[in-house]
Each structure stands twice: as structure tokens, then as C-alpha cells.
């Protein structure tokens, strides 16, 4: 009798995991990167939205810097940031980051978007209001809808804004 309600129990289980691994593995990451292609450290600077709460947030916890060569390998880890690298001003809820040559910068991720998905809560979620890039050859300035429409697909899993 036991014997019956163990393999039930098993059985039971190993299709609430299955499921489970199915509903996850279908969900796919996208990360929002910013590109420094040119041969100068650049200065990256986003303010995020509001909060709901009015309480200033943190910069995001997905920031992290890859070297060009390691943006296309998923299992690569991004590194966090360090001391004079970034800089936060809660009451201006904006963020600073020096990039150097060659470097992304992951200032955001969503889960199941696309870089050209037009799902309305694509851009409800989105935490940035305004991304601005500078560096030796100029700046890039986006506001609005434009700080997540200005991101173009770049390799899998990735939105970039590249600076050259």
C-alpha cells in the first residue's frame, strides 16, 4: 500500500518539476547594453523613472561591465562595478558610469521582450527615462520612449546602444 502512495507521490512531484523547468526555460533575458566601440573611455549616464513607492532606489542591481569580446558569451558572467567607476545620486535618481575602451555596459534587464517588441508593458517596465553617452567623438542623447526604442538588436539576448 505504501509502495502505491510513494510512486504516486513521485510521480507527482517529478511532473510539478518538469513543468516547472518548462515554464522557466521558455522565459528568455534580454539585457540593455551600451557599447564603447571607440578607442577613449566614455561617460554613460542614465536617470531612472520614479518610483512608485516616492522612495529613491538604487542604481539597478543588473549593472555589470563585459569586455566586447565576452558580450556574446551568455555563460560569461558581467563583472560589477567598482569605486570610481560609477556614481549615484539618489535624489536625482541618476546614475554615472566611466566605460572605458571596448567595454558594454548592462544598465538594464527584462524579461521575454524583444529589441523591437512593441508589447505595451515593454516600455511600463522599463526603468530608464533618459540615457545619455559621452565621449571624445561627441554624445548621444536619448529621452522618453527613446531611451528603450534607441536600442537596436545586437547578439543574442542583447539591446545595444553602441558608441563609435
Not at 23 to 49: G, H, P, W
Request: aromatic share 6%; proline share 6%.
Amino acid at each position: 500500500m505504501r509502495s502505491k502512495h510513494f510512486k504516486a507521490k513521485l510521480l507527482l512531484l517529478t511532473g510539478v518539476i518538469g513543468l516547472a523547468f518548462m515554464l522557466t526555460a521558455c522565459q528568455s533575458v534580454v539585457s540593455y547594453v551600451v557599447v564603447n566601440e571607440s578607442n577613449d573611455r566614455i561617460q554613460v549616464r542614465f536617470v531612472m523613472k520614479k518610483p512608485v513607492a516616492g522612495v529613491p532606489e538604487p542604481p539597478p542591481r543588473e549593472l555589470g561591465i563585459k569586455s566586447l569580446s565576452e558580450l556574446s558569451d551568455l555563460g560569461k558572467p558581467w563583472r560589477g562595478l567598482e569605486g570610481a567607476q560609477i556614481a549615484f545620486q539618489p535624489e536625482t535618481r541618476t546614475v554615472v558610469v566611466t566605460l572605458m575602451p571596448q567595454e558594454a555596459l548592462r544598465i538594464e534587464e527584462r524579461t521575454n521582450v524583444g529589441c523591437d517588441d512593441k508589447k505595451p508593458d515593454r516600455e511600463e517596465y522599463y526603468s530608464i527615462e533618459q540615457l545619455s553617452v559621452t565621449g571624445a567623438s561627441g554624445s548621444i542623447k536619448l529621452e522618453g520612449q527613446q531611451a528603450l526604442r534607441g536600442f537596436v538588436q545586437g547578439p543574442k539576448g542583447v539591446c545595444v546602444v553602441t558608441y563609435r
